[in-house]
């Protein structure tokens, strides 16, 4: 990373004394956004390995929020839809159904026949059978099984409803 050389920090910042300018200059070495180029902190594959490393260890509230800043510095870019579906995951590992529903229900929608709508139309029914509302789990799952019937999660589907129908008996 490329710095200013000091005597050039000396000439524009001439008012301040030295310490002040040794704190200046050791607070940017240390701080991003404080030095005079971009740091390779602040990229989208960095955002993402970072967020990813966030909920992986149980950060989830930490890792949507790295997420949603990776959607509004790059709203253009290519792992758009993964990041979306990882937000959506994060909230269903620490219990938030109904913003998670929601945001699968839509990726679900828009990403239809493709992968992260696939696991986003699973992922309903996932969050369906974890609140306990088996009907609306059912009729997710054979959807699924429907609309994706060679895909992988079919057979985690197919174990799942034989499970429901099982608790109804």
């Known amino acids: ?3 200013l050389p000091y005597f050039l920090i000396l000439k524009k910042f001439s008012k301040l004394s030295v310490v002040k300018i040794f704190f200046l200059v050791s607070f940017s070495m240390v701080t991003h956004g404080w030095t005079f180029e971009t740091s390779e902190h602040t990229n989208a594959a960095s955002i993402m390995a970072f967020a990813d490393n966030l909920s992986h260890h149980g950060y989830h ?3 949507v929020m790295e997420y949603e800043r990776l959607l509004y510095f790059y709203p253009k870019h290519p792992d758009i839809p993964k990041a979306r579906f990882k937000i959506a995951c994060s909230m269903k590992s620490s219990a938030n159904y109904t913003p998670a529903l929601q945001l699968f229900s839509s990726l679900a929608k828009e990403y239809e026949g493709i992968s992260p709508g696939i696991e986003a139309s699973f992922q309903k029914a996932e969050i369906f ?5 088996y009907q609306s789990a059912l009729k997710q799952y054979v959807k699924f099984i429907s609309l994706y019937p060679k895909h992988q999660l079919t057979k985690k589907a197919r174990n799942t409803i034989i499970e429901i129908e099982k608790q109804s008996q």
């Not at 059978?129 to 509302?133: F, K, N, Q, S």
């Open 129 to 133: 059978y974890l609140t306990h509302d």
């Open 61 to 63: 509230y930490r890792a």
């Open 1 to 3: 990373m490329r710095r």
